[in-house]
C-alpha cells in the first residue's frame, strides 16, 4: 500500500517533484565540480613539488645559511697571456658548489638514523661556469699633425720626443655558459630529483657505476647541445660517456647533467661532502615530528618539508587553488543549505495543498505516524532523484574542465635560509631565484565524492521529509471538512 500510493502520488505531481529535485541537483553538482576541481589543483601542486625534489621525497636537509660573505669564495677566471697570437681561443671553466655551502656526507647517515625516517640519500649540486673568447690587442694609432710640427713635447732645444696618438681598437669577446650537474647517490636512485625524470633512451645508472665516467642527460638540454646517448659530454676537462637520456614528467628537471656522487665530489674538490639530503619519512602523517627531531639532534641544518615549499608557490595554480578551498567551498554550502530550505519549503507547501487528502486519510483511519512517514517516502524519493541528477551534471562539468585543461603557472620562489641558499627541497633547481611551470588542470572524481553526493542526496530528502512530515503531523480530519465546499 505505501509504495503504490507513492506512486500514484509522485505521477501525479511530477512538477513538483521536479523543481524539489533540481533544486537539490544543483546543489549536489557543485559540490562535485568544487571537489573535483580542489583534488585536481592538489595533483597539480603535487606535481610542481616532484619536478623540484623529486618523488617520494617527504622533507630535505641542507646546511643552515651562513651569514652574507661568511666562507663564501666568489667564483675568479683566469687566462694565459699568449703573445703575438691575438687570435687565440681562451677557453677556461669553473665547478661550483651550489649556494657555496655543503654538508659532510657523514649527515646522511646521522640522518637516516633519526626516528621516523625511513631513507636518506645525499646528493650533490653543481653549477659549470664554462667562459669561451678572445682577447684583440689594441694598435697605437700616431697623430700625425704632431709629427708634421717638428717633434712633440721636446721643443726646439732638441731631445728625446714622445709620440703622440692614441691607441685604438682591441678588446675582448667572451662567451658565458652555464649548466647545472647533479651528482647521484647510483646506489639509492628511488629517492631524490632523478626520480621526477623519466628515461626515454639508452639506460639510467648502474648500482655499481659509484664512480665511473658516465652520465644521464636531460632531454631538452640534450636537444640544445645535440648530444645523445653513445656521446661524450666534457665536465672540467673530464669526459663521461652519455648512457641515458631523461624527459622531467613535469615541469623543468632538476638538472642538466646526471653522474655519479663520487665524480661531481672530485669535479667540485669536495670530497665527502653532499649539498642536500633527501629524506623519505615512515609515516607521511608524522613529517613535522621527524623535521622537529631531525632539527634537534642535527645542528647546523636547515629541514625543509613539501608543505615548506609549497607555500612559496605563487602565481594563477595558488590563486585558484585559494579560491577553490575558500570561495569554492564556501559557495558550495552556502548553495547547499539554500536548496535544502527550498526543498523543505516546497515540501511543506505541497502538503498545506493537500489538506483534504491528508485529512480525508486520517478520517478514514490513517494514524499521523503513517502520513508522516508517506510526506517523509515522497520526499527521499525527490532527494535520491535530485541525486542522480546533481551526480550527472557534476560529472560533466568535471569532464569539461579534464577536456578543456586550462594551463595554470606556478610561480616557484626562494624558501630563504638553507633552501634557497644550498638547495633545500629543490635540489639541483634551487639556485635561482624563481622559475615558472605550466600546469594542465584536470578535475578527476573519486568514489569518495560519489558518495558523498549520494549522502547528501539522502540527507537533503530526509530534511525536506522533515519539513512536510511536521506539517502533515499537524493536520485534523477536521481541516479537511472545512475545504470541502
Known amino acids: 500500500m505505501f509504495f503504490t500510493y507513492l506512486r500514484r502520488e509522485l505521477r501525479r505531481r511530477r512538477k513538483a517533484a521536479l ?19 580542489s583534488s585536481g589543483m592538489s595533483k597539480a601542486q603535487d606535481k610542481v613539488l616532484q619536478s623540484l625534489y623529486g618523488l617520494g621525497t617527504d622533507m630535505t636537509v641542507t646546511k643552515a645559511a651562513a ?18 697570437d691575438d687570435d687565440a681561443t681562451q677557453s677556461t671553466d669553473r665547478v661550483m658548489v651550489q649556494g657555496f655551502q655543503s654538508l659532510a656526507a657523514t649527515t646522511v647517515d646521522k640522518v637516516g638514523k633519526q626516528t621516523g625516517v625511513a631513507d636518506a640519500v645525499g646528493g650533490l649540486s653543481l653549477t659549470v661556469m664554462k667562459v ?33 696618438g692614441e691607441v685604438q681598437g682591441g678588446g675582448a669577446s667572451f662567451d658565458v655558459n652555464s649548466y647545472t650537474v647533479y651528482g647521484t647517490d647510483v646506489t639509492k636512485q628511488d629517492l631524490g630529483p632523478l626520480t621526477s625524470s623519466k628515461i626515454t633512451t639508452g639506460r639510467t645508472f648502474k648500482t655499481t657505476e659509484t664512480n665511473a665516467k658516465v652520465a644521464v642527460v636531460d632531454a631538452a638540454y640534450a636537444k640544445e647541445k645535440e648530444l645523445s646517448t653513445g656521446k661524450t659530454v666534457t665536465i672540467h676537462g673530464t669526459k663521461f660517456s652519455i648512457v641515458g637520456v631523461s624527459t622531467a ?28 639530503v633527501y629524506v623519505k619519512a615512515a609515516d607521511s602523517q608524522q613529517i613535522d615530528s621527524v623535521k622537529a627531531t ?31 578551498s575558500s570561495v569554492g567551498k564556501w559557495l558550495s554550502i552556502a548553495v547547499l543549505i539554500a536548496a535544502f530550505l527550498v526543498a523543505g519549503l516546497l515540501t511543506s507547501s505541497a502538503v498545506s495543498r493537500r489538506v483534504r487528502e491528508f485529512g480525508t486519510l486520517k478520517a478514514l483511519g490513517w494514524k499521523s505516524g503513517r ?43 626562494s624558501t630563504g635560509g638553507g633552501a634557497g641558499r644550498g638547495g633545500g627541497m629543490g635540489g639541483p633547481g634551487r639556485q635561482t631565484a624563481s622559475k615558472a611551470l605550466d600546469i594542465a588542470l584536470t578535475a578527476p572524481v573519486s568514489l569518495s565524492v560519489i558518495l558523498m553526493a549520494v549522502g547528501l542526496a539522502v540527507a537533503g530528502g530526509l530534511i525536506a521529509g522533515a519539513f512536510g512530515g511536521w506539517r502533515a503531523s499537524r493536520l485534523r480530519p477536521a481541516d479537511a471538512l472545512r475545504r470541502v465546499e
Open 371 to 413: 502520513v508522516t512517514r508517506q510526506v517523509i517516502g515522497e520526499a527521499l524519493v525527490n532527494g535520491l532523484m535530485g541525486g542522480v541528477l546533481g551526480i550527472a551534471i557534476g560529472l560533466a562539468g568535471a569532464y569539461a574542465v579534464t577536456a578543456v585543461s586550462p594551463t595554470l603557472t606556478a610561480q616557484l620562489g
Open 294 to 324: 631531525i632539527q634537534k639532534n642535527i645542528t647546523g641544518t636547515t629541514v625543509t618539508t613539501s608543505a615548506d615549499l609549497a607555500d612559496t608557490v605563487s602565481g594563477s595554480l595558488s590563486t585558484a587553488s585559494d579560491l577553490a
Open 249 to 276: 614528467e613535469s615541469g623543468d628537471a632538476a638538472a642538466n647533467l646526471y653522474i655519479p656522487l663520487q665524480q661531481a665530489q672530485t669535479l667540485a674538490d669536495s670530497k665527502d661532502k653532499v649539498t642536500t
Open 132 to 164: 669561451d673568447g678572445q682577447f684583440k690587442r689594441g694598435e697605437f694609432k700616431q697623430d700625425e699633425s704632431a709629427t708634421a710640427g717638428g717633434g712633440g713635447r721636446g721643443g726646439p732645444g732638441g731631445g728625446s720626443t714622445q709620440p703622440q
Open 19 to 37: 523543481v524539489v529535485a533540481s533544486g537539490l541537483a544543483l546543489g549536489i553538482a557543485l559540490v562535485i565540480i568544487v571537489s573535483s576541481v
Open 67 to 84: 651569514a652574507p660573505g661568511s666562507g663564501t669564495e666568489r667564483p675568479r677566471f683566469e687566462f694565459d697571456a699568449k703573445d703575438g
